[in-house]
């Protein structure tokens, strides 16, 4: 009979500390919404200007119970693109107010598309679920710091 003489170990599995694949996946989230924000905000500013410069650029799709100026729609849209934008520049600075601000204007965004749907439903759809990763990614950003009151 033999016995097995190698050093058995008894150390407990160590919990990950920073800096390990989880962090960087979500600094990488974190990263991609700063991307898709800043797109989000350019492609609103296009959608602003080509709803103000012409009211027939958009066929209302359906009926709704809400109705709203194409050209006030226009505005709305290329304000929130810039600011959107601007956001989004902000996030891939690493500014802590830009992810703070990006997750109040993800959702500001997701409330605008889902007016906008009557004018372009399979775009509002989409952005409508990339607001929703951003305010996934920026909310479990590893690397802020616990905002204090």
């Known amino acids: 009979m033999s016995q097995n003489t190698a050093p058995q170990n008894q150390t407990a599995p160590r919990n ?3 800096g390990t694949a989880k962090d960087s996946w979500s600094g990488g989230g974190t990263l991609f919404a700063g991307v898709l924000l800043a797109v989000v905000g350019i492609i609103d500013i296009i959608e602003g200007i080509a709803a103000i410069a012409e ?6 799709v359906g009926g ?3 109705s709203f100026n194409l050209t006030g729609w226009g ?3 290329l304000i929130l693109g810039v600011i959107l934008a601007v956001t989004g520049w902000g996030i891939l600075k690493n500014a802590e107010w830009a992810k703070i601000a990006g997750i109040a204007l ?3 965004n997701i409330i605008a598309q889902f007016l906008f749907l ?5 775009w509002a759809i989409v952005s409508m679920a990339i607001s929703v990763f951003v305010i996934w990614a920026l909310a479990h ?3 802020r710091t616990p905002m204090t009151a």
Do not use: C, E, F, N
């Open 64 to 66: 709704y119970i809400y």
């Open 16 to 18: 990950p500390g920073p």
């Open 141 to 143: 950003d590893k690397s």
């Open 106 to 108: 993800a959702s500001l």
């Open 55 to 60: 009211d027939t650029v958009y066929a209302r």
């Open 75 to 77: 505005w709305i849209h």
């Open 118 to 122: 009557p004018y372009q439903p399979v």
